[in-house]
């Protein structure tokens, strides 16, 4: 009798620890209530599922982790790596050389008509490294407020300016679910002038401002919101310059990096498929404070899927790739198009992979 007592206090003490823990461990997230579109289907439609991601192709070096910003020049792959260093490799890896180590963690490149390789570091802001290696910091703050979490960046043809986002101010690098759970709208889209050195702010409010790409002709940037699943654009020239309008919203998962490839379309990585829980709660500030404690012990429901979107100019989907199976390739945050060749790299995976066009793009 007095062992079951005990046990019935015990069971009793541990219940009473975690309520308190859910309730009480203090936390920064404050979560704001909001309501996403029901999310699409991933059993039919646009986004049905398939397993066309399920023939990629390892290239470049082996054992690399997390090559998750990707530059393609000349046959050679330059990307940026979670330990910091930047390295360039040839498609086959044999010859492999390290650029520099930003002694942050690189997320986004972008090649500056003048030769520069310029790099959005998470933690060290926006930088630019020259052809005897040096690294030079462009910009670490706008309006006032440094950057949280620089994420991508894209450089226009001329030259002039750099665009480049901010994901969150208050959150940095690692820490990118607590951001989009707490979903308070910290990002922004920037604009660095390289021949004054400034920054300028383009868009704030943003909801985890991630991958950005220029369009056609440079009339227009867009920029992932990826705790919105959609993606935002910003008017450059034309009637609707200084606007910016929706470019696609209700995505089926959370867009990361965004690429175009010059001519017709845009490539769209997804880091996983939207959370069911996660779109249940929004609404609900004081339980996504408490999954917010939870997830500091439990891992992350995040699915492990292969997930990537073909968009034509106007934000329609023209090719849907995804791959759910066993020993996936995956969170795909990277894709971008390279001669008859999609090329793909991960925040966590230790290669960078590739498919190619004519599969990606089958009816």
């Known amino acids: 009798m007095r062992r079951s007592v005990r046990f019935h206090h015990l069971v009793l003490s541990v219940i009473v620890a975690m309520a308190a823990f859910l309730l009480l461990m203090p936390t920064r997230v404050q979560p704001v209530a909001w309501t996403p579109l ?41 990307t940026g790596l979670h330990d910091g260093r930047l390295i360039r490799s040839s498609l086959d890896g044999k010859t492999t050389k390290m650029l520099a180590d930003t002694g942050g963690r690189p997320l986004g490149l972008a090649r500056h008509p003048n030769g520069l390789l310029v790099i959005a570091d998470a933690v060290k802001g926006l930088l630019s490294l020259d052809a005897q290696g040096r690294l030079i910091a462009l910009s670490t703050a706008a309006n006032g407020v440094p950057f949280g979490f620089t994420d991508d960046v894209v450089i226009d043809k001329s030259g002039h300016y750099a665009y480049f986002t901010d994901a ?71 009637p609707k310059a200084g606007t910016h309008d929706l470019f696609i919203d209700n995505l089926p998962g959370l867009p990361d990096n965004l690429s175009f490839n010059g001519r017709d379309r845009f490539w769209l990585a997804l880091y996983a498929p939207r959370n069911a829980l996660l779109d249940a709660t929004a609404p609900h500030p004081f339980v996504r404070k408490m999954i917010t404690r939870a997830l500091t012990v439990l891992p992350k429901p995040v699915e492990k899927r292969g997930f990537a979107l073909g968009l034509d100019l106007e934000g329609k989907v023209i090719a849907n790739l995804q791959d759910g199976t066993s020993g996936n390739y995956s969170p795909i945050t990277t894709v971008r198009e390279y001669g008859e060749w999609l090329y793909v790299g991960s925040l966590k995976e230790k290669h960078l992979a590739r498919l190619p066009l004519s599969t990606a793009l089958q009816d």
């Open 38 to 78: 029901p999310a699409p289907s991933l059993a039919s439609g646009p986004y049905a599922d398939n397993q066309r991601l399920k023939s990629l192709e390892r290239v470049g070096p082996d054992d690399i982790d997390g090559p998750e910003a990707l530059l393609l020049e000349n046959d050679v792959l330059i």
């Open 168 to 238: 969150s101010s208050r959150f940095g690098y690692g820490h990118d679910g607590e951001a989009i759970i707490e979903h308070s709208g910290d990002g922004r889209l920037l604009r660095y002038d390289f021949q004054t050195g400034k920054t300028a702010l383009l868009l704030d409010k943003l909801e985890f401002a991630n991958g950005v790409s220029l369009g056609p002709d440079e009339a227009f940037v867009l920029v992932n919101e990826t705790g919105a699943y959609r993606i935002s654009r910003y008017w450059l020239s034309g």
